[in-house]
């Protein structure tokens, strides 16, 4: 059986039989209880009735069981006839007339017990008491016929009953397993290549929360594969660039069409030397999406790091005309990470800077006290980027604008880097900043606990 409709099917059939079967078994016993009793009832009221009328009729006790009523079965010479009274008659005294299989004619009840018979009473006096016994229900054919009717209303109830929970099974188990169908569907698509499919979420509840988590998957995986085949041509097109120059400038050498002078080698090797960074880049990359990424920790200080930025960068800036302040505020508390890394991720986000300030701008490092931690900022005064750009620029090669930093070097996978490297210390990496005003890069670290 594989279905699972069937199986809820069953399971509602069964559940439903199971209570049904109970309830009847249980209404019919009850009725039958009931019914039992309220003869009893009457029949013992009847017996007191007519205890009375023949007391007040003959003024004693004395033949008295020649009047007594025999309900049901009890008529003369039937199975009942001959087996006394299923009562017990007292005169006023307690002393037993007609005795019940519990006690004997002559017998005396004590006081204590005739508080719970009933009394016979006559013109206000008590003449006799009926002790409690077994009234049976009698065999009336229409006291029978009436139980009948009862059991057959019952049964038909409970046919009625199974099939309305086989028809509602049905239908639940439908409507139940709907979302699973097409959550079954959708991943046989997905598996067939078909990425980013949603199902309809047609609940919130935990059937509901599954096809939310299914879509939130699909879309996350459409996105990772489309990044992964736009990455992968983004690094062909990257390799192909500067291989492209090496093998021509090596085959116009070969050929003899380029002299082979220090020009043309210095060219090959600045080309073979941005070849082996980009490949590197790629390395540090791979590794952090791996969690492979090597790291030894030691206690930091935020402003010494940034002194030791500002000397490694101070003759470039001045080279390109370009001031470098730093701004770090007093007892800034100490991070526990990497040096080498945090170097590197300063280093990518100030060569991005450099790279984009102009002959006489600014570049500003600071660093300050933050909720958990330190923020550490660099600001340049370049081109900046569009606002709606800010949140893509730590992506893998993207470039907003492409034809520009292709031209100057950069290879789109300094700031992928840096935020690798920062999120697997426990920190984070974000810009500000608007087209024309500059870009600020704010790098969050964990304080040392």
């Not at 005795?99 to 013109?123: F, H, Q």
């Not at 390799?239 to 021509?248: C, D, E, M, V, Y």
């Not at 880049?281 to 990424?293: K, P, Q, V």
């Amino acid at each position: 059986m594989r279905s699972i409709t069937i199986k809820m099917v069953l399971a509602f059939l069964g559940v439903g039989l199971t209570s049904i079967v109970f309830i009847v078994l249980l209404a019919r016993w009850n009725t039958s209880a009931e019914f039992k009793n309220f003869l009893s009832r009457r029949n013992q009221a009847e017996t007191v009735s007519t205890l009375e009328d023949y007391y007040q009729a003959h003024g004693s006790w004395s033949g008295v069981i020649d009047i007594l009523p025999r309900p049901g079965n009890m008529q003369p010479g039937g199975p009942e006839e001959g087996r006394g009274p299923r009562f017990t008659l007292t005169d006023s005294t307690g002393q037993v007339i007609l005795a019940d299989p519990r006690y004997k004619a002559g017998d005396s009840i004590p006081r204590s017990e005739l508080g719970a018979c009933t009394p016979i009473n006559v013109d206000g006096e008590t003449v006799g008491f009926l002790l409690p016994g077994h009234f049976p229900m009698g065999q009336n054919p229409l006291e029978v016929a009436f139980l009948k009717r009862i059991t057959y209303t019952l049964l038909y109830s409970a046919l009625g009953a199974i099939t309305v929970a086989f028809l509602l099974g049905i239908l639940l188990s439908r409507e139940l397993t709907r979302p699973i169908r097409e959550l079954t569907s959708a991943t046989r698509a997905v598996s067939d290549g078909n990425l980013g499919l949603n199902v309809p979420v047609r609940s919130h509840d935990e059937l509901g929360e599954l096809a939310e988590s299914f879509n939130k998957m699909s879309a996350d995986l459409a996105r990772s594969t489309n990044a992964r085949r736009q990455m992968m041509a983004d690094i062909a097109h990257e390799l192909r660039t500067p291989i492209s120059l090496i093998l021509g400038h090596a085959e116009a050498v070969h050929d003899r069409v380029l002299p082979p002078s220090l020009k043309t080698f210095e060219i090959i090797r600045e080309e073979t030397c941005r070849l082996e960074h980009l490949v590197d880049d790629l390395r540090i990359l791979s590794l952090a999406d791996a969690g492979e990424l090597s790291f030894v920790p030691q206690l930091l200080a935020p402003s010494k790091l940034l002194n030791e930025i500002y000397a490694i960068y101070r003759h470039r800036a001045r080279q390109k005309k370009v001031k470098i302040r730093v701004d770090a505020a007093h007892e800034l508390p100490d991070i526990y990470a990497d040096p080498g890394r945090i170097t590197q991720v300063l280093t990518n986000v100030m060569d991005n800077a450099l790279r984009h300030t102009p002959e006489g701008g600014q570049v500003a490092l600071s660093a300050r006290s933050a909720p958990g931690g330190i923020e550490m900022a660099i600001t340049d005064s370049g081109p900046g980027v569009a606002e709606e750009d800010l949140p893509q620029i730590f992506e893998r090669f993207y470039r907003p604008d492409p034809s520009r930093q292709r031209a100057e070097g950069g290879s789109g996978l300094g700031l992928a880097i840096a935020k690798s490297i920062l999120e697997a210390h426990g920190g984070q990496i974000r810009a500000e900043g608007k087209l024309g005003k500059g870009l600020t890069i704010i790098i969050q670290l964990p304080a040392k606990k």
